[in-house]
């Protein structure tokens, strides 16, 4: 019999192929969906006794930090995230804009900031965005190129670093997916009516995003494909309540588009899971996510209607893994007392976990209005309860 302890990248791949490991995978900031605010890093890392540092910033627009090798050991962490060169993390360069630091990112998009106490950057103003918008606008806009080898420079050799130590690999979308970035170059209001009311021209801009992700993909993967276990996608469909457009305007305007992206990253990198992040509610969007060869669902948005833990666990655990959903970081986490979080802990991996097939994380990044003792209460609770 072999009793050897199981490594990091062991763990995952068997809750990522439904079956029970020793224990419970944990992610802390392997994607931009899965890490924590740099101002709760800091409290994470007093927490855990370890000595302060500058940590890097892996996104300057959700203010992210790359969680140190000494975080990584010392809670267990199994995830490591390849970042590729992207808006959120190359050439940014900040400018003081009155009570404001504001930011022109590589696709004429503007974030600003505020410059006292501001822990976020918001999009402030979209390029395109416009009613008298038309295809040759689409055409004559400044795309970034998604094909720049830079983008990967040395993610190779990261990634066969992270594999030689033990842990699992994720790489990155370089940007986000296809209705949200749409809405980033064009504006939301202008594109939710375009969509209603002009839907050849929304089609245009979906399709010159898919041109731009798959330029992305065909030249990562060629060099990253078998160094690589999961690749990430992200885009938001869900509200707190429902969806922000219907599933039928979903399966009709965006999905084909899903499908052609989803069938090259199986082609280019067959062994790699394909993980799919969208907020919210997105219950009744679920089966098209499978259809699309979706082998991950993050996160599980356990305080957004729809999304109950053991409902989704009954219906979908056959089919995806649940990624996230450990905690809700909405209410819990930063609001409740340490039993709660405990409590929360406990209910989520419970429903989650029998069977494989679940990672821990929190329903979305960790914030900076997480208290100390709610931190040290969450891992305590995924080590008391995260046991198979």
């Known amino acids: 019999?072999?009793?050897?302890?199981?490594?990091?990248?062991?763990?995952?791949?068997?809750?990522?192929?439904?079956?029970?490991?020793?224990?419970?995978?944990?992610?802390?900031?392997?994607?931009?969906?899965?890490?924590?605010?740099?101002?709760?890093?800091?409290?994470?890392?007093?927490?855990?006794?370890?000595?302060?540092?500058?940590?890097?910033?892996?996104?300057?627009?959700?203010?992210?930090?790359?969680?140190?090798?000494?975080?990584i050991e010392r809670l267990g962490v199994d995830v490591r995230g390849l970042f590729p060169l992207n808006s959120h993390n190359w050439q940014v360069v900040e400018q003081e804009d009155g009570e404001y630091w504001t930011y022109h990112?590589?696709?004429?998009?503007?974030?600003?900031?505020?410059?006292?106490?501001?822990?976020?950057?918001?999009?402030?103003?979209?390029?395109?965005?416009?009613?008298?918008?038309?295809?040759?606008?689409?055409?004559?806009?400044?795309?970034?190129?998604?094909?720049d080898p830079r983008r990967i420079a040395g993610l190779r050799q990261l990634a066969e670093a992270y594999?030689?130590?033990?842990?699992?690999?994720?790489?990155?979308?370089?940007?986000?997916?296809?209705?949200?970035?749409?809405?980033?170059?064009?504006?939301?209001?202008?594109?939710?009516?375009m969509m209603a009311s002009n839907e050849t021209l929304a089609i245009t801009i979906f399709d010159k995003l898919v041109e731009l992700?798959?330029?992305?993909?065909?030249?990562?993967?060629?060099?990253?494909?078998?160094?690589?276990?999961?690749?990430?996608?992200?885009?938001?469909?869900?509200?707190?309540?429902?969806?922000?457009?219907?599933?039928?305007?979903?399966?009709?305007?965006?999905?084909?588009?899903?499908?052609?992206?989803?069938?090259?990253?199986?082609?280019l990198a067959p062994n790699a899971r394909r993980f799919f992040h969208s907020c919210g509610n997105v219950r009744p969007l679920i089966p098209d996510y499978i259809e699309l060869g979706v082998d991950i669902l993050n996160p599980v948005h356990v305080r957004a209607a729809g999304m109950e833990p053991v409902a989704l666990k009954r219906d979908f655990g056959d089919a995806l893994v649940f990624w996230g959903g450990g905690v809700d970081t909405q209410g819990v986490l930063?609001?409740?007392?340490?039993?709660e979080v405990r409590d929360d802990v406990r209910r989520n991996i419970e429903a989650l976990a029998p069977g494989g097939g679940f990672v821990f994380n929190t329903v979305h990044n960790i914030q900076p209005d997480v208290p100390a003792e709610n931190l040290a209460a969450m891992y305590d609770a995924l080590s008391d309860y995260g046991i198979y």
Not at 111 to 121: E, V
Not at 164 to 189: C, H, N, S, T
Not at 222 to 248: E, F, H, K, M
Not at 334 to 339: D, M, R
Request: hydrophobic fraction near 40%; aromatic fraction near 8%; include cysteine.
């Open 213 to 267: 992700k798959l330029a992305f993909w065909e030249t990562a993967l060629p060099q990253l494909a078998d160094v690589v276990d999961v690749i990430s996608q992200a885009d938001d469909y869900g509200t707190q309540v429902s969806q922000i457009i219907s599933p039928r305007m979903f399966r009709a305007q965006l999905k084909p588009r899903w499908k052609t992206i989803f069938d090259r990253l199986k082609a």
């Open 105 to 147: 990112d590589e696709w004429g998009i503007t974030h600003r900031k505020p410059r006292m106490d501001g822990l976020y950057y918001s999009l402030w103003k979209a390029p395109l965005d416009g009613p008298e918008l038309t295809a040759q606008d689409i055409a004559n806009h400044p795309w970034p190129r998604l094909d």
């Open 1 to 71: 019999m072999n009793d050897r302890p199981l490594s990091s990248r062991q763990r995952l791949l068997k809750a990522l192929t439904h079956e029970e490991p020793d224990r419970v995978p944990l992610d802390l900031g392997s994607t931009q969906v899965t890490g924590i605010h740099v101002v709760a890093y800091h409290r994470l890392r007093e927490v855990l006794g370890l000595p302060p540092v500058e940590p890097q910033i892996c996104d300057h627009i959700q203010g992210l930090a790359l969680p140190d090798t000494d975080v």
């Open 334 to 339: 930063p609001n409740g007392t340490p039993q």
């Open 163 to 193: 594999h030689a130590g033990g842990y699992a690999v994720v790489l990155k979308d370089p940007f986000a997916g296809l209705f949200e970035m749409a809405q980033r170059i064009v504006g939301m209001e202008n594109l939710l009516v």
